[in-house]
């Protein structure tokens, strides 16, 4: 009776227990999907299915439209859902999968930039020289010396 007990607690435990950086399909560097996703938080997903993935959630930079997420940032719409994944690549220690390559923790702007597809000459966006790839579904940017990948809807599919 006991052991049945325990093993019901501990299923219990490993249902409800956070996960970490998602290692998607490449046993460890977190994949990129442009317009879609990075690792396991998507475009257009809901706070609700966002707390499906056991990941902390904090608030930052001004409130419920921003919030991080383990290692993720999102921005969500007036309608509450997640308009746009961003992940700083300091936070991705074993790399992203990009268009079927890895990318170390330690790419630069210009890796990234020269292997993503139909990245446009920077522009500003939000304060920071920003590239647009894969029809705005990938942006690349840096902040604060930091590499940042983000993927959103990209502009051809948005209302």
């Known amino acids: ?22 290692a998607g399909e490449d046993g460890g560097a977190v994949v990129v999907v442009p317009g879609r996703r990075i690792g396991p938080l998507q475009v257009g997903m809901d706070r609700r299915a966002l707390s499906r993935q056991g990941l902390p959630i904090t608030l930052y930079d001004g409130g419920a439209h921003r919030l991080r997420a383990g290692p993720y940032e999102l921005r969500f719409n007036p309608q509450g859902r997640v308009e746009r994944v961003s992940l700083p690549m300091d936070r991705a220690p074993d790399g992203v999968r990009l268009d079927g390559t890895v990318l170390p923790q330690s790419a630069d702007v210009d890796r990234v930039v020269s292997l993503a597809p139909g990245c446009t000459p920077a522009v500003p966006l939000d304060g920071v020289a920003t590239w647009r ?7 690349v940017q840096v902040a604060r010396d930091t590499l940042v990948l983000s993927v959103a809807q990209p502009l051809d599919a948005r209302p």
Do not use: K, N, Q
Not at 4 to 18: D, F, H, K, N, Q
């Open 1 to 22: 009776m006991r052991t049945a007990v325990a093993l019901a607690l501990l299923a219990a435990c490993e249902r409800t227990a956070p996960r970490a950086v998602d």
């Open 133 to 139: 790839c894969a029809g705005g579904g990938l942006l």
